[in-house]
């Protein structure tokens, strides 16, 4: 089944650009030649959308279509304006607490974050615009709907999340074994947001040199890592029991 947040085709894609729609990430054959291709690649400049440039058979696995070298993600959902949405948090009256994710890339764990944050409260995700993993149809199925739930922004640069939380009096937290303090050791109970790092990577150490605070969970077996995903639902809900 053709799924539903896909198009393909070079003219459908640049037509959806210009229309206005929400394109997560557009994968470019690798060594297409071509006026209509060049045309493209400069649209996807102006816009400033993410791409990639893949072999011939990843975007036979993406679609059975004629996609003529080109394949674009369409987000499902309007992404919002990151100054906006802390601003609505504050002015309701709630104590905020955001999600920021450095270049998480499963959809799956995606998805399932995205539930959590759901379940939590969770007043907004913060994703960075290239990197990261797109809202697709996995996404979607994975969060049980959440998706539609949870406000979700997209940055330049996870950094520049980081500092407009800290000059909105936003604690920022980052989850990170680099750390002798447990996420019990750390209050969540005033505003704050929660960065969670990439499955193999963790937090980039620029954004650790930044943060207000470092927490990582604790870990009794003989493996030295928690998926992501379900490391994050711990931290959330420590901060959902403190603030309780």
Known sequence: MQDQTQIFGIRAIIEAINAGKTIDKVFLQKGLKGELFIELESVLRKHDVNCSYVPVEKLNRLTRSNHQGAVA??????????????????????????????????????????????CTGVNGIIIQKKGGAPVNGDTIKTSAGAVFKVPICKVDHIK?????????????????????????????????????GSEDRGIN?????????????????????????????AFLYEAVRQRR
């Open 73 to 118: 993600q369409i987000s499902p959902i309007e992404f919002h304006d990151l100054e906006q949405l802390v601003l609505n948090v504050i002015e309701s009256g709630k104590t905020p607490l955001f999600l920021l994710l450095d270049q998480l890339s499963d959809v799956r764990n995606f998805g399932a974050i995205i539930r959590t944050a759901e």
């Open 205 to 233: 150490p620029s954004i650790l040199k930044v943060v207000d605070d470092k927490a990582k969970l604790p870990l009794l077996g003989d493996i030295e890592s928690l998926n992501v995903s379900v490391a994050c639902g």
């Open 160 to 196: 520049d999340a980081v500092f407009y939380m800290q000059a909105s009096g936003i604690k920022v937290i980052a989850a990170t074994e680099k750390t002798e303090n447990t996420l019990y050791d750390v209050s969540f109970i005033e505003p704050c947001a929660i960065i969670m």
